[in-house]
């Protein structure tokens, strides 16, 4: 079993950044890839940016240039580095660890970027 905790999401104005974090606890040797999705009201959720035990980062193109995905193995941490924010950034953002049998997911962390 794993368990992923995020934290790190608040209300911020257009053009700023924020800094969502994700700890992973359990079974951590058996992650392969850990990553980041969203889903704003009345919209399924989306991948944002993932990243492979490897360090290999995938992006949606919508967030390409603006957030960076990071990880600490010594913490079992990884990180979205959220820079330019956009109204249309607003999300309920999960984190995500997969194994390979099944994925986890975190509770969710709310994102709100006013214009």
């Known amino acids: 079993q794993v368990q992923v905790v995020e934290s790190g999401g608040g209300l911020v104005q257009a053009g700023e950044s924020l800094r969502l974090s994700c700890a992973a606890s359990g079974s951590i040797f058996s992650i392969n890839v850990m990553g980041w999705y969203r889903q704003a009201p009345g919209k399924q959720r989306e991948p944002v940016a993932d990243i492979t035990s490897g360090g290999s980062t995938n992006y949606a193109d919508s967030v390409k240039g603006r957030f960076t995905i990071s990880r600490d193995n010594a913490k079992n941490s990884i990180y979205l580095q959220m820079n330019s924010l956009k109204p249309e950034d607003t999300a309920v953002y999960y984190c995500?660890?997969?194994?390979?049998?099944?994925?986890?997911w975190g509770q969710g962390t709310q994102v709100t970027v006013n214009s």
């Open positions: 995500r660890a997969r194994t390979a049998v099944r994925g986890y």
